[in-house]
Structure formats: C-alpha cells, structure tokens
C-alpha cells in the first residue's frame, strides 16, 4: 500500500489512516485537509466536474452525451418518526436535510460512474432535478454532459 501524500509503500494498512493517507501524513494535515481525506475518492478528477460548460485549463476534444444518476427515496422509509418529533420540539428537521444530501450525493457519484465507464475524463453542466414521484417519494436525478478533455497547456 502507497501513501498518496508521501509516497511511501507500507506493508498494510494498519499504517493508514485513511484509505490512502497514512498515520504520520495525517497529522500533518489542516482540519480542511482532514475532512476531505476521509471522503471516497471520486472515479474522476473533482477539477473536471463542473455546473460550467466549459472547463478551464482544458480542452473539449470530444462530447459523449448525457449522463445520469438516479436515486429514489422514500419519505416514509427513512425518519419520519425522528422527523416528526423534530418538528414538535421545533428544531431544524436535520434528518430531512441530511437524507436530502445522501440522495444527492449518491445520484452525483451514479453519474460519475456511468461517466467514467465510457471513457469520459470529465462531466460539465452538472444539474440536478428532484421530482416527487408520488406522495413521500423523491426521485433526484444528476445528469451533465460526459466529455473527453485535455489539458491546454
Ligand atoms: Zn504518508
């Protein structure tokens, strides 16, 4: 196993800290840093992913279409139970906020997947639409355009 940060090979990963930091690497790293080290890696390079249609840096040589993600949640399933007993002590619904992020992400890194599995290196015009599909049933929907791209330099 290599550590992305130094580069060293360790024999396992009772040396990491994280999926690809290892335990000396980590306490070097700021809070931010340590935040998103315990993120998965995404299948592509954050830096091409984009709401733009254009990437900068970068050359559009080739578009492959749209893709999408799709994920399909219902209200009852999760929290309504926690839900309504937040909203009787009057907080902020946080389950309702946290399932909503989940969903997106989930939908989001679909995308990214289908992307990658047909040669794009990047997705620009990222959206997201969220329909619901029947009472309590939420389909969100990511979609962009897969593209291949190469850098302008
Ligand atoms: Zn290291």
Redesign the pocket.
Known sequence: MK?E??G?EYPSEYYFRTET??N??YEKLTPEEKQTAHQPKLALDPSRLTTTFTLDGYRIQKYLGVVRGITVRSRSLFGTIGGSLQTLVGGNITLFTELCEKTRREAFEMMVDHAREIGANGVIGIRYDATEVMDGVTEVLCYGTAVVVESAA
């Open positions: 550590c940060q130094c060293k930091v290892c000396e690497c």
